[in-house]
């Protein structure tokens, strides 16, 4: 199946630093998103991204569709304890509902 | 509303064995999903529904079936358990589309262990 490359797959940083993952893909996707899920519950969506090249932000998160169209990366600023938690990315097409997760990255912040 | 809910909460299962996970959403969503998340990993997409009476597979079908009869209920079938069913499998639900506006809405969970 598809493969979606998700790094680093864990970090570990003081609380107040920036993070910084991406996912890369063989396969180009329409639509990239970015999920954190908290243990025992399911994933949250923080970001969806639609267009090539498109810059989104969420309060101290920003996300980015890679011009190429298989790749993202997702950015957390001035970490903070309840961040922590595992992130995914996720790609989908566009002439169907499927989607592809990457294997996560688990974050951990020091306070 | 009670968002999506998902029944049981845990489950062990022999092998051969058939059981329905039961989902449920109350937001009159039109897209529903299962997925299954093996330990420490990503979700994969089993099965998704756009309507009522229209399901289509995803990256992982087999050893699976699903129905949609209402909007509101998407159960998944596993009809001769193994080993290899043994995961945690959500549900989740959104209008449309994922859009700017809109999201999917997980369930919490099934964790089913096959033994």
């Known amino acids: 199946g598809q493969q979606l490359n998700q790094s680093p797959q864990s970090m570990f940083i003081q609380e107040g630093e920036d993070v910084s993952m991406n996912c890369t893909s063989s396969?180009?996707?329409?639509?990239w998103l970015w999920y954190k899920q908290d243990p025992g519950e399911g994933p949250v969506l923080l970001i969806a991204l639609y267009k090539a090249g498109e810059l989104t932000s969420n309060g101290r998160l920003t996300a980015q569709f890679g011009i190429t169209r298989k790749d993202s990366f997702l950015n957390i600023s001035a970490s903070i304890p309840s961040d922590v938690g595992i992130y995914f990315c996720?790609?989908?097409?566009?002439?169907?509902?499927?989607?592809?997760f990457g294997a996560g990255t688990r974050l951990t912040v020091k306070p | 509303n009670a968002g999506v809910t998902q029944t049981p909460k845990f489950r062990i299962l022999k092998i051969g064995q058939s059981m329905t996970l039961q989902c449920a959403q109350d937001?009159?969503?039109?897209?529903m999903y299962w997925y299954r998340q093996d330990p420490g990993m990503g979700l994969k997409l089993i099965y998704y529904s756009v309507g009522a009476g229209i399901t289509d597979k995803g990256e992982v079908p087999n050893g699976y079936n699903v129905s949609r009869s209402t909007t509101e209920d998407f159960p998944l079938r596993l009809e001769l358990a193994a080993p290899s069913q043994t995961s945690v499998y959500f549900c989740?639900?959104?209008?449309?589309?994922?859009?700017?506006?809109?999201?999917?809405?997980f369930g919490p969970g099934t964790r089913l262990t096959v033994l």
């Open positions: 989740a639900s959104s209008y449309s589309r994922q859009t700017s506006t809109d999201t999917q809405y």
């Open positions: 396969s180009i996707f329409n639509t």
């Open positions: 996720a790609g989908q097409w566009v002439n169907n509902n499927d989607m592809r």
């Open positions: 937001m009159n969503h039109n897209y």
